[in-house]
């Protein structure tokens, strides 16, 4: 199916608030045009360099989300232009982006990741670390970054109870991390679910989705 058709599909089976990201890593220009023709506008990136040279490419009204593991030395690049940043895991990553920011005179809206899967390759805060850095003094001193919610990757697995209890999990820590709001703490989505995973994501509270294999094709 071309992609037009897997997005026009995939958006009709998603609720009102669900929010999509296309991940459009490491596809061509003239794929995320397709998708951009049929009317989509939120692109998910797991490289900074090739997010970077889409940007440039592409129609300026698109927001761009990076959804890789970030290394702090690479937020400069894409400081200048990128609206959410999904897998912050660290209070001095939080730091750079601020830093950063600041010299673009912006605001950069961050989702702080949180490690619920078994797996030792992931990445991620728990709940005690998250807490920590909420309630930390540098933290509410940031003022060019602001952390909109959560995000987090269930186990590749096929058990579906498995997932499930991981997304519930990330549940309960959003809806417990609710409180206090300040100014660079408003948290409102909840980032959770892939291709394989996306609809008992949605089930369990998911507010965003990143979904590309569905759209774009296999990599």
């Known amino acids: 199916m071309p992609i037009k058709e897997n997005l026009l599909h995939i958006k009709s089976q998603l609720p009102e608030p ?3 990201v296309a991940v459009s890593k490491t596809k061509p220009v003239s794929d995320l045009m397709e998708a951009y023709q049929a009317g989509q506008r939120i692109f998910g990136e797991n490289k900074i360099q090739e997010m970077t ?3 440039e490419q592409m129609p300026k009204d698109i ?3 990076m959804i890789g593991h970030v290394q702090s030395n690479k937020v ?3 400081a200048e232009y990128v609206n959410l940043i999904h897998g912050v895991d660290s209070l001095k990553l939080l730091q750079e982006i601020n830093k950063q920011a600041a010299k673009h005179n912006r605001v950069i809206d961050c989702l702080l990741q949180m490690y619920i899967a078994e797996e030792e390759s992931k990445f991620g805060l728990d709940a005690s670390e998250l807490s920590e850095i909420l309630n930390s003094a540098e933290f509410k001193a940031m003022q060019n970054i602001k952390v909109i919610g959560l995000m987090g990757m269930a186990t590749f697995t096929d058990n ?3 997932i499930k209890k991981e997304f519930q999990n990330l549940k309960s820590i959003f809806d417990t991390s609710q409180t206090p709001t300040t ?3 408003q948290p409102s989505t909840l980032s959770m679910g892939m291709s394989g995973d996306y609809k008992l994501a949605i089930e ?3 507010t965003m989705v990143r979904i590309g294999s569905s759209i774009f094709g296999g990599r």
Do not use: D
Request: proline content about 0%.
């Open 18 to 20: 669900v929010t999509l």
């Open 53 to 55: 040279e889409k940007w």
């Open 63 to 65: 927001q761009w989300h």
């Open 76 to 78: 400069k690049y894409m």
């Open 160 to 162: 579906q109870i498995q």
């Open 183 to 185: 100014n660079n703490y």
């Open 204 to 206: 369990c509270g998911s």
